[in-house]
């Protein structure tokens, strides 16, 4: 999202500034000057329209880009990770993440192959965030891979391998956007709006693992 406001405002010469981090960051200045709302899961943007009914306009809810969940690796694939059931082999240390976009995820993926206590033995660690498993995975060398989504491998690129998961096992989580009732900049909302379902906008997001 940083990158498609960085292009809107190259294109359109209006400077789009994006707030970022936990809730408890950017929420409060969202009720004074957001023009709009942005998240990496529609499950995540519907729990924020539902705490904060009367700070959005539910009828500009768009929805962009969906990514899948797959598994992260160490560099090089030491394990051998080739397919979801590999997870369940011995020796097999999982990391996990529990809120956000990955709420439920690895669940998600083990249901539909009927693996959930499986996997459920094999995670060693579990942390809240994104970042904080990030972090993990830089300091802790025994994890060996993460269920995640594909646009965490970018960040890791360097220190890990993405195991892409047959067609009929991917989940998926969406990603969407709304405008506040009070936008002030109304008619620029509009447009990055419209801006963010453009080719342009897309190209940016398959970049960072959305399809």
Same mark, same amino acid.
């Given at each position: 999202?940083?990158? =498609?406001?960085?292009?809107? *405002? %190259?294109?359109?010469?209006?400077?789009?500034?994006? /707030?970022?981090?936990?809730?408890?960051?950017?929420?409060?200045?969202?009720?004074?000057?957001?023009?709009?709302? &942005?998240?990496?899961?529609?499950?995540?943007?519907?729990?924020?329209?539902?705490? &904060?009914? =009367?700070?959005?306009?539910?009828?500009?809810?768009?929805?962009? &880009? /969906?990514?899948?969940?797959?598994?992260? /690796? %160490?560099?090089?694939?030491?394990?051998?990770?080739? *397919?979801?059931?590999?997870?369940?082999?011995? $020796? @097999? =240390?999982?990391?996990?993440?529990? *809120?956000? +976009?990955?709420?439920?995820?690895?669940?998600?993926?083990?249901?539909?192959?009927?693996?959930?206590?499986?996997?459920?033995?094999? @995670?060693?660690? *579990?942390?809240?965030?994104?970042?904080?498993?990030?972090?993990?995975?830089?300091?802790?060398?025994?994890?060996?891979?993460?269920?995640?989504?594909?646009?965490?491998?970018?960040?890791?690129?360097?220190? +890990?391998?993405? /195991?892409?998961?047959?067609?009929?096992?991917?989940?998926?989580?969406?990603?969407?956007?709304?405008?506040?009732?009070?936008?002030? $900049?109304?008619?620029?909302?509009?447009?990055?709006?419209?801006?963010?379902?453009?080719? $342009?906008?897309? +190209?940016?997001?398959?970049?960072?693992?959305?399809?």
């Amino acid at each position: 999202i940083d990158e =498609c406001a960085d292009k809107f *405002s %190259r294109i359109y010469g209006i400077k789009a500034d994006v /707030v970022t981090g936990p809730g408890e960051t950017w929420i409060p200045r969202a009720r004074e000057d957001a023009d709009i709302v &942005y998240e990496e899961a529609e499950h995540l943007l519907t729990l924020f329209m539902t705490r &904060y009914p =009367c700070l959005v306009d539910q009828s500009t809810r768009t929805s962009l &880009y /969906v990514q899948p969940a797959g598994i992260l /690796v %160490r560099k090089g694939n030491p394990k051998r990770i080739r *397919s979801f059931e590999d997870l369940i082999g011995a $020796n @097999i =240390c999982l990391l996990d993440v529990s *809120s956000g +976009a990955h709420a439920g995820l690895w669940e998600d993926v083990a249901g539909l192959k009927g693996l959930i206590p499986d996997i459920r033995k094999k @995670i060693v660690m *579990s942390v809240e965030t994104g970042a904080e498993a990030v972090e993990k995975w830089k300091t802790v060398p025994e994890l060996d891979a993460w269920i995640t989504l594909e646009s965490w491998h970018t960040r890791l690129r360097d220190m +890990a391998d993405w /195991v892409r998961l047959p067609k009929g096992e991917r989940i998926y989580r969406g990603t969407a956007a709304v405008a506040t009732h009070f936008y002030k $900049n109304r008619e620029t909302a509009r447009m990055f709006m419209e801006f963010l379902q453009t080719s $342009n906008s897309h +190209a940016v997001f398959q970049k960072w693992g959305w399809e």
